[in-house]
């Protein structure tokens, strides 16, 4: 079964800096789908970027950014320039790309952003 | 992207009784996801509502437990029966649209559950 890893618990940083958030993951398949979602005190679930595991091309959506290392399953999220309302639960997904379309969350970060 | 409404968006309820949750989508979507979120937890798929046809339970999750109803491709919901205090979690739908390269998965705003 996959697994996906969220070292952090918890993630400060000050505004206007750069972040990074890890995940690591645990599969046997070769192609997959991992995502970076954001949920905001509202709970409202976000999807911040997505990469497909047989792209070597890291995906970036403005300031966000990802470093995939696919040997290593190593999936971390770079927030640049960091602002206030980046503030939230970020999770980490995987999903495989054939069958089952469940998507598997790690455990969570939680960034704070201080002015 | 779809736009995803729940119903309601906050309940308390009394153990022992059921509440049902609606989740309505804008769009004729294929898969339609309920997950569960336990107080400062992740997300943990519940079952996959297939239109149609029964739903497709994960490890741990039973349909006597968490009934789900599918009657077409905008909607679904999920009953909690004979709810217990460890119940209390936020309940979100979630649903696939595109094809393969594009099958992205939205959430719609959940549904927060408290049970006495």
């Known amino acids: 079964a996959q697994t996906v890893t969220q070292s952090q618990p918890e993630m400060s940083v000050q505004e206007a800096e750069t972040v990074t958030l890890s995940c690591t993951y645990d599969?046997?398949?070769?192609?997959?789908?991992l995502f970076w979602y954001k949920q905001p005190p509202s709970r409202q679930m976000i999807l911040v970027i997505r990469?497909?595991?047989?792209?070597?091309q890291n995906a970036t959506e403005n300031r966000f950014s990802v470093n995939f290392q696919k040997a290593a399953k190593s999936f971390s999220l770079k927030i640049s320039d960091s602002q206030l309302g980046d503030a939230a639960m970020y999770f980490c997904a995987y999903r495989r790309i054939q069958g089952a379309q469940k998507l598997v969350f790690g455990q969570g970060t939680r960034l704070t952003i201080n002015p | 992207s779809a736009v995803i409404s729940q119903k309601p968006s906050r309940d308390i309820c009394q153990r022992g009784t059921s509440l049902t949750i609606q989740c309505q989508v804008d769009?004729?979507?294929?898969?339609m996801f309920w997950y569960r979120q336990q107080p400062g937890q992740s997300l943990t798929l519940i079952a996959t509502?297939?239109?149609?046809?029964?739903?497709?339970?994960e490890s741990g999750f039973v349909i006597d437990k968490f009934p789900i109803s599918r009657p077409n491709l905008t909607f679904s919901t999920l009953t909690v029966s004979n709810m217990s205090p460890e119940d209390s979690s936020i309940y979100l739908c979630?649903?696939?649209?595109?094809?393969?390269?594009?099958?992205?998965?939205?959430f719609g705003p959940g549904t927060r559950l408290t049970v006495l």
């Open positions: 990469q497909e595991a047989y792209k070597q």
């Open positions: 979630s649903v696939a649209q595109g094809g393969l390269a594009g099958n992205e998965q939205f």
């Open positions: 509502a297939n239109q149609g046809s029964e739903a497709t339970y």
């Open positions: 599969t046997s398949e070769s192609d997959y789908y």
């Open positions: 769009s004729q979507v294929t898969m």
